[in-house]
Nanobody, 119 residues
């Protein structure tokens, strides 16, 4: 099993920064497995923002502004968000493989953390 707990969301002004954290645990969890950040804005579908496996990948809308490093000692995946825009307002969730090292057997989700960007 896998458990994920996100934190770090909140309100931030346009152009500001936030760092989200996702702490993983459980018998099927490894920080070295593929992991990802998704977001869902009100009335919109969930979208993939960033992922990491052998390398990091970013959606074009956040490339150059977001990074998603991980800290193996803390079993934590981060999402560092800079130059935030109103369009980044969403519920952010991290995801880890349900079993194994990739998402072929499904996703496990955290509860999410809300990010609001405004002036």
């Amino acid at each position: 099993q896998v458990q994920l707990v996100e934190s770090g969301g909140g309100w931030v002004q346009i152009g500001g920064s936030l760092r989200l954290s996702c702490v993983g645990s459980g018998s099927d969890f490894s920080i070295n497995n593929a992991m990802a950040w998704y977001r869902q804005a009100p009335g919109e579908e969930r979208e993939l923002v960033a992922s990491i496996s052998s390398g990091a990948h970013y959606d074009h809308s956040v490339k150059g502004r977001f990074t998603n490093p991980r800290d193996s000692a803390k079993n934590t995946l981060y999402l560092q968000m800079n130059s935030l825009e109103p369009g980044d307002t969403a519920l952010y969730c991290c995801a880890a493989p349900r079993r194994g090292g990739d998402f072929s057997k499904g996703h496990t989700w955290g509860q999410g953390t809300l990010v609001t960007v405004s002036s």
